[in-house]
């Protein structure tokens, strides 16, 4: 093979091989220096292509009908958009999740040599969402405040873990970027359905606020929308001006709300599709910031249209793997549940329940009651004043105008609260005071331990992908943070032992487990003693885990019962279609028919691997579903007189058409394809 010129894919019985020439030109297209000349040429004569192939889109489009407003929103993947009818209603039409990335940026103009060079061309796709409309929404978070704030409305603590769930006034972005990124929605499957450039800003709430306004004008309300920040950023949907449009659905209590394990209707997804997105699209970046606002447009849209075509190529895959992990969790969570059970006595109810009184308990600790938090501030005025006093003592002169600060503070609150006898050491006020100051320094310590803890996972998860250099200064900020942690695991147990009923001493492992479980709320309230509710022991927190997760495996199998049909009858159909289109313009335009069979014999393949794909998904032991091709809603007949394909029945023809329909390719093609349009 070697003396022919080629080099197999593997030692042994290779069944594919790459001539030398080809290698050779993959390591070296010229063997002659770098020449910006030469790059310029290239790029110019590239754009030509792109636009030659974009103006073929367009004929390919128009031919097929798929030239009309949002056309791609309303079909850009056929598992989620491709509506039957007479399928089940699922709980939610639709899943979707959006998220801001920080890699695709652009230098602005002005801080580059030269002059820069007007190009006036256009976005040739409708991925994007313009700059004016996402301005509609930029004195929301504002005005909302204004209109609904609430005074005694305390912030989340995700507002300071989470950058992009801060105030609007931090997220700045360097004056040497014109555009700071891009902000996205995916659906389930990865498709990308709409985004918006970020211009000059982080992650402001009126991107987010933008992508759901097209979503409600494109799909309606019942869909389930997968934000990082979702908990902070659903009270500034609900307080704008989308509000009355949709209806109401990072710590424990926003993870009790808001994690998809106790969201109805989310199956099995995770909500991550933006991060595998992100983590492709990091390498346009060093492509991009550089360019003009077109050709980062431009190399952006390229990739999008590559990820999508990806995407429906592994529909089937992705249908295959989930129903797999559901059937999975079906069986062996189930079994370890019904064990659970037995030995603790429980049920699939108690479980409901037990997560209906974690949330009203969690609701309930949030803040302190009012008269507490006054009374708490009282006895640390207090307690300084009695420092201030013995300091009195021993530094008149210097501690004086210190007194004197304390002594007005005591003075303000002793009026406030209408305290006439000072509390002293020793009276029962002051004790009861006291001991609400050793709740909240226990609570504080609580905070800064969970806070160490959790930016030293968020680094170790860091330490695994990044690059060597900051894998080294990561490692190295790590050794002071488990010290940091250390020291603050040793004031907390010093804190949690000083308390009127003493809470049990955390060990590493503790805090460890307990951050990964998103727990450490339910340490906060030490007035009850949570160990003591049945929703807080381990076991049964384990059974609730298992039973949730059985649930959404049920909803899983349920959506995906549904998008098989979808996507078998999305293929049939597209494969009908291109063949009409072909018959329709053979005569008339010979070179637009072959393009449309070029690009029908690619699809065709991948629409065989899909099919094939989704027959073995078919074959899985628990299937509940049908392989079948159904009716999509809504099919009519174009003006040009051919006949949208509507499968489920044995004729397929197209009306006000004398011509034969020749068919080159039988549906054998389509492993499965029967003249019922059944496969099983």
Known sequence: MVLDGYIGTAPTAPSIALSFDVLEVYRQYHRVPYWKGLVAQFSNTYDIYLDILDRIDNRVRAVLKQDTPEWWMCNACAPCLYTLENESKLSRSMLVTMDGNQSLKLVDSAFRSGTPLLDSRQARTDYWIPTAEVDRFKDEVGQAKDINGSPEEVASICVERWQNAGPESRKKMFALFAVS???????????????CDMIRSGELMKYPLAIINKLLEVYGPDILVGYDIGCEFSKTLHHSSLGPRIEEHHNCGCQVRFHPLYFVGAGKEDFEECERLFSESNGLASGTRLATPFHRCQAIEEFAKFWSCQKHAKSGNFIYNNYKQALNILSIDAEAFDVLARQLSITHQDCDQYLEQEQEYLAKCKTEPPEVAVKIDYIAAANKHEAEIKRVRTRARTAHSRWAIAEE????????????????????????????????????????????????????????????????????????????????????????????????????????????????????????????????????????????????????????????????????????????????????????????????????????????????????????????????????????????????????????????????????????????????
Not at 181 to 195: D, E, K, P, Q, T
């Open 409 to 680: 503070n005591v003075l303000q609150i002793e009026d406030d609260l209408g305290i006439e006898k000072r509390w002293m050491s020793g009276s029962r006020e002051y004790l009861e005071a006291l001991e609400e100051l050793q709740f909240w320094k226990y609570r504080c310590v609580l905070d800064n331990l969970e806070r160490l803890v959790i930016q030293r996972m968020f680094e170790l998860t860091k330490l695994g992908m990044s690059g060597y250099k900051l894998r080294k200064k990561i490692s190295k900020a790590l050794k002071t943070r488990a010290e940091a942690i250390r020291h603050a695991l040793d004031e907390y147990n010093k804190c949690a032992a000083a308390l009127p009923s003493p809470q049990a001493a955390l060990s590493w492992h503790d805090i460890m487990e307990m951050a990964s479980l998103a727990e450490f709320d339910l340490l906060r309230d030490t007035r009850e003693d949570v160990r003591e509710y049945p929703w807080a022991k381990r076991l049964n927190r384990q059974a609730m885990n298992l039973h949730f997760n059985i649930l959404r495996a049920h909803e899983e199998i349920e959506c995906l019962d549904v998008e098989i049909p979808r996507l078998f009858t999305s293929l049939v159909d597209r494969h009908y279609n291109l063949q009409m289109a072909i018959a329709y313009v053979a005569d008339t335009d010979p070179a637009l028919a072959h393009e449309l069979r070029v690009r029908w014999a690619c699809e065709d393949r991948i629409s065989a691997r899909i099919a094939a794909r989704l027959y073995e998904t078919s074959q899985l032991k628990g299937f509940s579903g049908k392989l079948v091709a159904g009716t999509r809603i809504g099919h009519g007949v174009p003006e040009n007189g051919l006949e949208v394909c509507q499968s489920g029945g044995k004729e397929k023809q197209v009306k006000n058409y004398d011509k034969a329909y020749n068919d080159d390719v039988s549906d054998n093609v389509i492993s499965g394809v029967e003249d019922e349009g059944e496969a099983v």
């Open 181 to 195: 990124s891009v902000f996205v929605c995916l659906c389930r499957h990865g498709h990308i359905l709409i985004m």
